[in-house]
């Protein structure tokens, strides 16, 4: 196994192996704050009352995460729909997510397209 080595931020403080430094994380909460400013609200993007009742009743269909098989409770659009009702309402692109596998690898491969 290959020892892993302290490294020099580009701030110069030397950093740990493994973390982050103080204004790397600064600067990722700032990045993250200015994105949620210019974010319409949960509500502005179509995920009002009428979502709530289709998601229950999707939920209530689909009850177990179809990646990993735990009990599902994020209702995920697979393909992106941005703003797009006709995607966004599109049952046959829904998928039921526990909030790990949507958090950390839903949101990943999103990430990267």
Not at 46 to 64: K, Q, S, T, V
Request: proline share 7%.
């Amino acid at each position: 196994m290959a020892a892993r080595f302290p490294f020099l931020c580009t701030c110069g403080n030397v950093v740990p192996a493994g973390e982050r430094c103080a204004c790397q994380i600064a600067r990722a909460r700032a990045r993250k704050a200015r994105h949620d400013a210019r974010r319409p609200n949960a509500r502005a993007r179509g995920y009002n009352r009428r979502w709530e009742a289709a998601r229950r009743d999707y939920l209530d269909a689909f009850p177990f995460c179809r990646r990993c098989g735990n009990p599902a409770t994020i209702v995920d659009h697979i393909t992106p729909h941005r703003g797009d009702d006709r995607l966004f309402w599109d049952r046959s692109n829904w998928q039921p997510l526990c909030a790990p596998c949507h958090n950390r690898h839903k949101q990943r491969e999103e990430h990267q397209q």
